[in-house]
């Protein structure tokens, strides 16, 4: 049979058809949907600057008016993007120019997150405009230092330390700001932290910075930047504490969190702007020891522990090399709370015996502390040093510290551990009654057991205060654990009274 | 300068064509079908572009069409290479399955004979048939006159029926 025209048309008619699939007509409809944005939006805008546009406006004074506004925008844009340029420092003519976009800038920040990121922005800003008034003279103070040694220095004038400091003083208070929105606005700890992770951050770049810049700054200048990098530095023992507050809360899945930062770096850094070389070095030595007594105190703890912190551990030991005691304290701390956290928790992992033949010994000299950064023959002395958990009260401190007579500074308080803080804000009437410190009566509780086992707060040597048991295989007992629990409200309720009774 | 009723109106145009389009590109490139479906694509996001230029007092099939013609050229003068349409054998296999068997090897026969064409007959016969395209709609396309499109239509189809007879008439009686 011979295929005719229809029958071959027919055929050819039949081929197959396929269709589109689902898939390839998504892609299509998104790559529509942005090709229609973006015409849109070139449309917007080519009306103002289209020649045709200006053409068809009859009215001269319209089109002026329009060329007005465009030259006023174009001067406006032009001049912000001139003045947000570094080397616009304060006192130069757009500086207030950069100020009032900042301000604007501030104002498109919406939610608490941007806004973190904003101050912290500004911060940044601030640090690098310090750079450039430091940088202005320090080329030629370096090239003057190499070639006359330190006699050569090219000082600022004394505008420009005003300007440097009072530059470096917005930057501080822009990380303050940035931390004072995390503490006050944002209680979600997941919120909380991403932002305090972003201030640690910038404290930690501001630090670097302001090291390397105080090297080349001559002498006035580098006086002013190494106050401004170490009260950068106290802040990073709160901001990491606080850091540490959010992890725990996190791995209790608590819904929020509050914390507090400024309030713990200014009570830290009581000694700011006094800070000088005799200062710093009393400052360094006592987190030196702090770390060295935390360090004693996780001997004692399981391996897994241990090797929990060996990161921690081995940064603080540079931070204290390169001076950065703030960050030194902060680690010593987050190995504290987590030491806390350890204890706390309901099945402590059996560790080796206490050696109680050491504990009168340690115990007969309190003082005998080391003095010694690191001792890694240290020998275990045991989980809590009483000694430590009591200087809250003052008369107590001098005494308790006589390894170090010569401080030039007397250490009330602010120094002390966490721990001691949080007591020292409950007890204080003039803290803020709603003190975030509030939800962590747990933790003191249970901490203190060395502290007011005995119900006499007024006998001030610690070794009296101690009973002869340890806690720590106390607390594999229950029994003598709730025991100790009781005697340990017991304590707590008479320390109270006895600070009032002060 | 798009409005919102002329992306309404090209949706709608979109919806009707897109079949062909992707038919009309997926024959003539080795029925390789993500190709088919990237150049189809592109072809629309183009004609989109241009869509203020379109007069819409004619149809906005040939438009597209020729669009498609147009790109398809472009996207040839890169590569040289022809693509055999025996490629669509396999699909029509697929496609064709719930056809008798018979139908199906005619099938194939056809798609053979078809791929053996010369590139302009080729691209002709698929135009009329597997596009639905009209001798006036196919001359605006390609740009040639209608009359001359009739004649070389006729005479691929007068090969293509010949070869047929030729080659398969055995099978047939």
Same mark, same amino acid.
């Given at each position: 049979?011979?295929l005719d025209d229809k029958q071959l048309e027919k055929l050819l008619t039949s081929l197959p058809k396929l269709q589109i699939s689902?898939?390839a007509d998504?892609k299509f409809y998104?790559k529509l949907?942005?090709l229609?944005?973006?015409r849109?939006?070139?449309?917007?805008?080519?009306?103002?600057?289209?020649?045709?546009?200006?053409?068809?406006?009859?009215?001269?004074?319209?089109?002026?008016?329009?060329?007005?506004?465009?030259?006023?925008?174009?001067?406006?844009?032009?001049?912000?993007?001139?003045?947000?340029?570094?080397?616009?420092?304060?006192?130069?003519?757009?500086?207030?120019?950069?100020?009032?976009?900042?301000?604007?800038?501030?104002?498109?920040?919406?939610?608490?997150?941007?806004?973190?990121?904003?101050?912290?922005?500004?911060?940044?800003?601030?640090?690098?405009?310090?750079?450039?008034?430091?940088?202005?003279?320090?080329?030629?103070?370096?090239?003057?230092?190499?070639?006359?040694?330190?006699?050569?220095?090219?000082?600022?004038?004394?505008?420009?330390?005003?300007?440097?400091?009072?530059?470096?003083?917005?930057?501080?208070?822009?990380?303050?700001?940035?931390?004072?929105?995390?503490?006050?606005?944002?209680?979600?700890?997941?919120?909380?932290?991403?932002?305090?992770?972003?201030?640690?951050?910038?404290?930690?770049?501001?630090?670097?910075?302001?090291?390397?810049?105080?090297?080349?700054?001559?002498?006035?200048?580098?006086?002013?930047?190494?106050?401004?990098?170490?009260?950068?530095?106290?802040?990073?023992?709160?901001?990491?504490?606080?850091?540490?507050?959010?992890?725990?809360?996190?791995?209790?899945?608590?819904?929020?969190?509050?914390?507090?930062?400024?309030?713990?770096?200014?009570?830290?850094?009581?000694?700011?702007?006094?800070?000088?070389?005799?200062?710093?070095?009393?400052?360094?030595?006592?987190?030196?020891?702090?770390?060295?007594?935390?360090?004693?105190?996780?001997?004692?703890?399981?391996?897994?522990?241990?090797?929990?912190?060996?990161?921690?551990?081995?940064?603080?030991?540079?931070?204290?090399?390169?001076?950065?005691?703030?960050?030194?304290?902060?680690?010593?701390?987050?190995?504290?709370?987590?030491?806390?956290?350890?204890?706390?928790?309901?099945?402590?992992?059996?560790?080796?015996?206490?050696?109680?033949?050491?504990?009168?010994?340690?115990?007969?000299?309190?003082?005998?502390?080391?003095?010694?950064?690191?001792?890694?023959?240290?020998?275990?002395?045991?989980?809590?040093?009483?000694?430590?958990?009591?200087?809250?009260?003052?008369?107590?401190?001098?005494?308790?510290?006589?390894?170090?007579?010569?401080?030039?500074?007397?250490?009330?308080?602010?120094?002390?551990?966490?721990?001691?803080?949080?007591?020292?804000?409950?007890?204080?009437?003039?803290?803020?009654?709603?003190?975030?410190?509030?939800?962590?009566?747990?933790?003191?509780?249970?901490?203190?057991?060395?502290?007011?086992?005995?119900?006499?707060?007024?006998?001030?040597?610690?070794?009296?205060?101690?009973?002869?048991?340890?806690?720590?295989?106390?607390?594999?007992?229950?029994?003598?654990?709730?025991?100790?629990?009781?005697?340990?409200?017991?304590?707590?309720?008479?320390?109270?009274?006895?600070?009032?009774?002060? | 300068m798009p409005?919102?009723?002329d992306i309404e109106q090209f949706t709608a145009y979109y919806e009707k064509h897109k079949t062909s389009i992707f038919n009309y590109i997926l024959y003539r490139i080795g029925f390789n079908r993500d190709m088919a479906e990237d150049l189809t694509s592109d072809i629309f996001l183009k004609a989109f572009e241009h869509f203020d230029s379109y007069d819409k007092t004619r149809p906005f099939k040939t438009w597209i069409f020729t669009i498609a013609h147009n790109h398809l050229v472009n996207y040839y003068a890169g590569k040289k290479e022809t693509l055999p349409l025996e490629e669509a054998l396999e699909i029509a296999k697929e496609v064709g399955? =719930?056809?008798?068997?018979?139908?199906?090897?005619t099938m194939e026969r056809i798609l053979k004979l078809v791929s053996h064409l010369s590139e302009s007959q080729k691209d002709l016969v698929l135009m009329k048939y597997v596009d639905d395209l009209g001798n006036e709609e196919i001359a605006k396309i390609t740009g040639k006159e209608e009359g001359a499109i009739r004649t070389a239509l006729s005479r691929a189809t007068a090969t293509l029926r010949d070869q047929y007879n030729i080659q398969f =008439?055995?099978?047939?009686?």
């Amino acid at each position: 049979m011979k295929l005719d025209d229809k029958q071959l048309e027919k055929l050819l008619t039949s081929l197959p058809k396929l269709q589109i699939s689902e898939k390839a007509d998504k892609k299509f409809y998104a790559k529509l949907n942005a090709l229609a944005r973006e015409r849109f939006f070139e449309e917007e805008t080519s009306a103002l600057t289209a020649p045709s546009f200006f053409n068809f406006l009859r009215p001269t004074s319209l089109r002026l008016g329009l060329v007005g506004a465009f030259a006023s925008l174009l001067l406006v844009v032009g001049g912000t993007v001139w003045a947000y340029q570094p080397s616009t420092t304060r006192g130069k003519l757009m500086y207030p120019w950069k100020q009032t976009a900042e301000k604007v800038e501030l104002a498109f920040a919406f939610s608490d997150m941007q806004k973190v990121d904003t101050h912290l922005q500004f911060s940044d800003r601030r640090l690098e405009e310090a750079q450039n008034i430091v940088g202005k003279s320090s080329s030629l103070a370096l090239l003057l230092q190499t070639a006359f040694a330190d006699e050569g220095e090219v000082e600022l004038t004394g505008e420009e330390q005003k300007n440097l400091e009072a530059t470096l003083e917005d930057m501080r208070s822009e990380v303050t700001k940035a931390s004072e929105i995390v503490e006050t606005r944002v209680t979600a700890p997941e919120k909380a932290k991403r932002a305090i992770e972003r201030i640690e951050s910038a404290s930690n770049q501001h630090i670097e910075t302001l090291n390397n810049l105080e090297r080349r700054a001559a002498k006035k200048a580098k006086a002013i930047i190494r106050l401004v990098a170490d009260d950068a530095d106290e802040r990073l023992t709160a901001v990491m504490q606080a850091r540490e507050e959010i992890n725990q809360a996190l791995e209790k899945r608590e819904q929020t969190v509050k914390l507090i930062i400024n309030m713990r770096r200014e009570r830290l850094s009581e000694l700011k702007n006094q800070f000088n070389d005799e200062s710093r070095q009393h400052r360094l030595e006592e987190v030196r020891q702090n770390f060295t007594e935390t360090m004693q105190r996780f001997e004692v703890m399981p391996l897994d522990v241990k090797q929990e912190f060996t990161a921690e551990i081995e940064k603080a030991k540079t931070s204290l090399e390169m001076g950065r005691f703030g960050m030194a304290e902060g680690l010593s701390r987050v190995m504290e709370m987590r030491e806390m956290r350890f204890k706390l928790q309901p099945e402590p992992k059996p560790e080796p015996e206490f050696l109680p033949a050491d504990q009168p010994q340690s115990q007969s000299q309190p003082g005998d502390k080391p003095t010694e950064p690191f001792n890694p023959d240290f020998q275990p002395v045991q989980p809590f040093q009483p000694q430590q958990e009591i200087k809250p009260d003052a008369p107590f401190n001098s005494d308790a510290k006589p390894a170090l007579p010569s401080m030039p500074i007397e250490p009330k308080k602010p120094f002390q551990p966490m721990l001691k803080e949080q007591q020292d804000f409950s007890k204080l009437p003039d803290e803020k009654p709603s003190h975030p410190i509030q939800p962590k009566p747990a933790l003191i509780n249970k901490n203190e057991p060395a502290d007011f086992q005995q119900p006499n707060p007024n006998q001030q040597k610690p070794q009296d205060q101690l009973p002869p048991p340890m806690p720590k295989n106390d607390m594999l007992n229950t029994n003598k654990g709730m025991e100790r629990v009781d005697n340990l409200m017991r304590g707590l309720q008479e320390a109270g009274n006895f600070v009032e009774s002060k | 300068m798009p409005q919102k009723a002329d992306i309404e109106q090209f949706t709608a145009y979109y919806e009707k064509h897109k079949t062909s389009i992707f038919n009309y590109i997926l024959y003539r490139i080795g029925f390789n079908r993500d190709m088919a479906e990237d150049l189809t694509s592109d072809i629309f996001l183009k004609a989109f572009e241009h869509f203020d230029s379109y007069d819409k007092t004619r149809p906005f099939k040939t438009w597209i069409f020729t669009i498609a013609h147009n790109h398809l050229v472009n996207y040839y003068a890169g590569k040289k290479e022809t693509l055999p349409l025996e490629e669509a054998l396999e699909i029509a296999k697929e496609v064709g399955s =719930q056809n008798s068997a018979e139908h199906n090897m005619t099938m194939e026969r056809i798609l053979k004979l078809v791929s053996h064409l010369s590139e302009s007959q080729k691209d002709l016969v698929l135009m009329k048939y597997v596009d639905d395209l009209g001798n006036e709609e196919i001359a605006k396309i390609t740009g040639k006159e209608e009359g001359a499109i009739r004649t070389a239509l006729s005479r691929a189809t007068a090969t293509l029926r010949d070869q047929y007879n030729i080659q398969f =008439q055995e099978d047939t009686l």
